[in-house]
């Protein structure tokens, strides 16, 4: 591992020479004529342990140095060296220097090697704390999707498709922290751990809820964000996840939250994505799934809309799209389904096991599954198809399929 390097930064070239010398062998040392120097040395060099500058240096005072290593390198313990140590000088470096210890001029030899050990073991602390925050993040998160994934495998597959969707947008529209909004994707629906079973069944069947389940669901967000306000430095997700469900012009839930370009980006994006998600078959959108989201366009911030339109949308010009596809609907028992049906709605068990998804005709190796599965379970039926269209050619693409074992 590579010894901890130290930065000392002054307009004195002596002076640094006679650091130089004096803690060769001692400490890994760089030294930066100037802050712009410094700057320099902090890119190329990276990471800094320590950084120490004087205070009185033309240009870029000690002060203004030690703010923007603290901008590119929060964790680099930041030291002054000054010969003008008075209480305005003291209280300003503290405050926007984050100054960790001062040394005056001329400094004795022995407290400043002391001070310079004390910064090493203060780094350490530093960085050992965030490696051990980032573990500890690695694996809540984990824990997280992985009972979302068990509880509601639809649900957990939508999210990952909208995380897709975020990765693609998240530079183009400018998101402050990229990793921030794919997490946030993915634990949005969190909060549906705290609903009953049958609940769960009745959304998943696009049933309608009545006012107490609905009520029981509009709580949701707030679960999740209390869930995932608990996890180190995912205190702006929680924030996502909670206003997640409020429209651009004030309605939606929570009562009472921020509209319009008060609620957080991540929480405008995503209204707009989960919504996507929520009736999209496939990886890709289409122009006809953002006309249809356009119909309820308070929901959504306008100008965000259109820019996540343009950048998401796709269009086939070769092909219109033109809804299910022809054939006769009909509803029908698990028994009596056949190959090529188009299913409406989701096959799935009365333990609310989603073995095919909506939106795709049956194969006929997905038939013989379910005739063996239907030995095994009882499946929520009648069953939604359409019968008698034509399904995909085997060199066209099919729609994506459910959860099958």
Partial sequence: ME?????????????????????????????????????????DEGPIAICVADMRMPGMDGIKVLEEIGKRSPETVRMMLTGNADQTTAVEAINRGKIFRFFNKPYEDAALEAGLRDGLRQYQLITAERQLIEQTLAGSVKVLTEVLAQLNPVVFG???????????????VGYPQPWELGLAALLCPIGLVSLPPDILARMAQDKTLQPLERDIVMRTPEVGRRLIANIPRLEQIAGIVHLQNRNFDGTGFPDGAAFGMEIPLGARILRILNDLGARVIGDAPMEHDFDELARHRHRYDPVLFDHLRSLLAFVDDGQEYEGPPEGREM??????????????TDIETVENRILLTHGQFI???????????????????????????????????????????
Wanted: net charge neutral.
């Fill in 158 to 172: 939508r999210a990952m498709r909208v995380k897709k969707w975020c990765d693609m947008i998240v530079h183009d």
């Fill in 331 to 344: 509803i029908v028992l698990l028994k009596d389904l056949r190959v090529d049906d188009f299913l409406m």
């Fill in 3 to 43: 010894t901890p390097k130290i930065l000392f930064v002054d307009d004195d070239e002596n002076l640094l020479g006679a650091l130089r010398r004096q803690l060769r062998g001692k400490f890994n040392l760089l030294t930066a004529v100037g802050g712009e120097q410094a700057l320099e040395i902090l890119a």
């Fill in 363 to 405: 194969s006929k190796l997905q038939l013989q599954r379910l005739r063996v599965f239907e030995t095994l379970h009882k499946f929520r039926e009648p069953i939604e198809i359409r019968r008698g269209a034509r399904p995909p050619t085997p060199d066209e693409d099919r729609p994506a399929t459910g959860a099958e074992e």
